[in-house]
């Protein structure tokens, strides 16, 4: 068993290397799956637990449905799949005697921290001290990096980061075992195809059909030693039925990548945002919306709701590139309606929480995925500033020349007015009368 504890964390994680090597398996399967970031996946761990320590030995994938994007952000659909998943574990019998001790997930275009979304699954669904999470982060070309998140003394944690990180290597002594292989997303929705011989029941007109093939087509009939007749059968009994699984499969083999491609452009190379108001709290809606103008993001909210006409305080929680950062908002700026915002990355998430005096806070989450941040304003900054510098510089030099100018001119105003008195002088010796 391998061990994990970071400094200050009194939580000790133990870990099966055969289980940790399955999930970058599945990490990497998923990583591979579409280009630009791959497809993130994730699923529930399972294990024991004594005083002060947790020891992973299993787990089970969660078929995510990636409505939102190939992102790992759970729709209503895979909370509900979550919430069976841990429902059936408890009468699993290869998961006999183990708990579910936390859960796992892949961050394919950020780091390894976890976002607001994901402390939020954390909370609802492994709400207990001894529940860790496990992000793994892929890299094209490197080894794999992953990171636990454990909750601190006071039963909060930290999501901007992992307190240690570690290097997850590959290990070809440890296959995959039986069954544990992971089927991602977009194998789930895809029709098992095997041959009819293996999926279709067996019919009377089978047994007879190879004895009235026509002599007249013999390249029919396969030759010894190939004990395929069924196959010959399949192919002459039914004509029409392989070019109509052929089309079938087709179809839904085209649609599905309609489907990925569609979702891997949204969340790459398309800007979008999406909004949800968090379970278990009040229902009243904020119309928290994102929208972005070179660079600078526009974050607004119904000024007219009733939570914000009500509003007494005002949070707004961004995380954005690995960082967390709160802005405080009094009761005239969360009715005033929006903020803007300056992102430095392609994936931000925005909180905005709303208190109200004798009534329940009311949360909304929004994300925005688009292309990396524009510099265009850094830039302008960057170069005005040096505009100014150089300004600065010249009128420097421009004020040295002038003193110098000056002073020069006054010289010469001195040298003319000697040349002047020399010449009077000359003038009044020349005519005086020669004694």
């Known amino acids: 068993m391998e061990t994990w504890q970071a400094p200050g964390h009194p939580l000790v994680v133990e870990y099966s290397a055969l289980v940790m090597e399955e999930l970058r398996q599945a990490a990497e399967e998923g990583f591979q799956r579409i280009g630009h970031g791959g497809l993130e996946v ?10 002060g320590s947790v ?3 299993d787990w089970r994938v969660l078929e995510c449905e990636h409505a939102r994007g190939p992102s790992f952000v759970l729709s209503d659909n895979d909370e509900a799949g979550l919430a069976r998943l841990l429902e059936d574990a408890r009468t699993d019998p ?5 708990a579910p001790v936390g859960w796992y997930h892949t961050h394919t275009r950020t780091g390894i921290l976890l976002s607001l979304a994901d402390q939020e699954i954390h909370d609802r669904h492994f709400p207990e001290p001894w529940q860790v999470a496990l992000v793994l982060h892929p890299v094209k070309g490197q080894a794999m990096l992953g990171g636990f998140f454990v909750r601190g003394s006071d039963g909060t ?11 997850v290597n590959a290990n070809a002594q440890l296959p995959v075992r039986s069954g544990k292989k992971p089927v991602p997303a977009a194998e789930v929705r895809k029709p098992s195809l095997p041959a009819p011989v293996r999926t279709r029941p067996p019919q009377p007109a089978l047994t007879e059909i190879p004895v009235s093939v026509p002599p007249t087509r013999p390249s029919m009939i396969p030759t010894a030693p190939e004990p395929a007749p069924a196959v010959v059968v399949e192919s002459r009994a039914m004509p029409a039925a392989k070019p109509a699984r052929a089309s079938h499969r087709r179809e839904i083999l ?3 990548g309609l489907i990925l491609s569609l979702a891997g452009a949204a969340a790459v190379t398309q800007p979008y945002w999406r909004r949800m ?3 278990g709290r009040s229902s009243e809606a904020l119309a928290l919306r994102i929208h972005e103008t070179e660079g600078q993001m526009q974050v607004s909210w119904d000024r007219n709701s009733a939570p914000v006409r009500e509003a007494v305080l005002g949070r707004v929680r961004i995380s954005d590139s690995g960082s967390l950062r709160e802005i405080e908002l009094t009761s005239g700026e969360v009715r005033t309606g929006s903020l803007t915002y300056v992102r430095e990355s392609e994936d931000v998430e925005v909180r905005l929480t709303v208190e109200r005096a004798g009534k329940p806070e009311v949360h909304e989450i929004a994300r925005f995925l688009g292309p990396p941040a524009p510099r265009r304003l850094e830039a302008q900054l960057e170069e005005a500033e040096q505009q100014r510098t150089r300004m600065e510089n010249e009128s420097k030099k421009l004020r040295t020349e002038l003193r110098r100018e000056s002073v020069r001119s006054r010289q010469l105003r001195d040298s003319i007015r000697i040349l002047e008195d020399r010449l009077r002088a000359d003038e009044n010796t020349a005519a005086s009368p020669r004694q």
């Open 42 to 51: 994730g699923g529930v761990l399972f294990g024991t637990r004594e005083v």
């Open 55 to 57: 020891s992973i030995e």
């Open 94 to 98: 290869e998961l006999k005697d183990l």
């Open 157 to 167: 944690i930290r999501g901007d980061g992992s307190p240690t990180e570690f290097t």
């Open 254 to 256: 085209a649609i599905l």
């Open 277 to 279: 108001t968090l379970p």
